[in-house]
């Protein structure tokens, strides 16, 4: 199964990134590009533990939907959301955080698994797995930009 792990620096307090993280008015923001509206579940502020969102954007030339859940919650040290409705056969998204002397350490570890046997693991070497690092990286960017200013205020407060 393919593996995606991407380290963030963020000059900013583990609660704050934490929460940012978890925000879903950041990551409709952090999404602009793809157009990710959530539709069902929690549709803004902060998603908590056995709680679920719907987002729909548009991936790949189709406009797509995609459940996830926060299926474990440690506070603020750790989340993790999986799929539960989509186009993947299996996705799962670890989010770690670590307070360093001078911010915080994110660590974002992406398990998935694409339908379609040997035809889909070709898609996912050849295609997919950078798609879903550089829409990471790009969220990040956000994250890191909002609390490391003034602008998680508009977001947490």
């Not at 926060?70 to 506070?75: A, G, T």
């Amino acid at each position: 199964m393919p593996t995606i792990h991407v380290t963030t620096l963020i000059k900013a307090p583990v609660q704050r990134v934490f929460d940012l993280s978890r925000s879903v008015t950041l990551h409709k923001i952090s999404t602009a590009r793809s157009n990710e509206k959530a539709i069902a579940g929690v549709l803004s502020g902060l998603i908590e533990v056995n709680e679920t969102v719907t987002w729909q954007a548009k991936h790949l030339f189709k406009v797509r939907q995609f459940t996830s859940k926060i299926i474990s919650m440690e506070k603020p040290v750790s989340f993790t959301d999986e799929m539960i409705q989509g186009d993947f056969k299996q996705f799962k998204h670890e989010h770690h955080f670590k307070q360093i002397e001078n911010g915080t350490i994110m660590i974002d570890l992406i398990q998935f698994e694409s339908p379609y046997g040997a035809i889909g693991k070709i898609f996912n070497q050849l295609y997919l797995k950078n798609y879903l690092k550089t829409f990471l990286l790009e969220r990040n960017e956000v994250i890191k930009e909002y609390a490391e200013s003034q602008k998680w205020k508009a977001i947490l407060t």
